[in-house]
């Protein structure tokens, strides 16, 4: 039973990255999944929630207009594109599924994590 993070890297500012997060072992295509980040030094904060469908997306507000939930419930794959990365968006990013029914930014509402995956954005 896990969640596997993936598509972390290097990328100058400026750049893009799309991240993955693959099921296995749980139910997927029911629950919302968020995506959180952890920068050095600082606690793990929201970064974007999709609906168990896909058609509904909520970013938190540094990354609105710049980063893209999407989702293949078929692959029990989630997906977050990120476009127009700052050195600011460098941090560990970690998906999760949520516990229950809805999406929420508060982590507490998600009890499957994905190991997070390392983005760093260099100036």
């Known amino acids: 039973v896990q969640l596997q993070a993936s598509g972390g890297g290097l990328v100058q500012a400026g ?4 991240l993955s997060c693959a099921a296995s072992g749980l139910a997927f295509r029911p629950y919302h ?3 959180f980040r952890q920068a050095p030094g600082k606690e793990r904060d929201f970064v974007a929630v ?3 469908s896909g058609a509904i997306t909520y970013y ?7 980063f893209t939930c999407s989702r293949d419930n078929a692959k029990n794959t989630a997906y977050l594109q990120m476009n127009s990365l700052k050195p600011e968006d460098t941090a ?3 998906c999760a599924r949520a516990a229950g029914s809805g999406g929420s930014p508060h982590q507490n509402d998600y009890n499957y ?8 954005v260099s100036s």
Do not use: E, P
């Not at 938190?60 to 710049?66: C, E, F, L, M, Q």
């Not at 994590?113 to 760093?120: E, N, R």
């Open 92 to 94: 560990v990013y970690y």
């Open 50 to 52: 999709i609906s168990w």
């Open 33 to 35: 999944v968020g995506w």
């Open 113 to 120: 994590w994905g190991q997070g995956t390392l983005v760093t």
């Open 60 to 66: 938190t507000d540094s990354v609105k207009g710049r």
């Open 15 to 18: 750049g893009s990255l799309g």
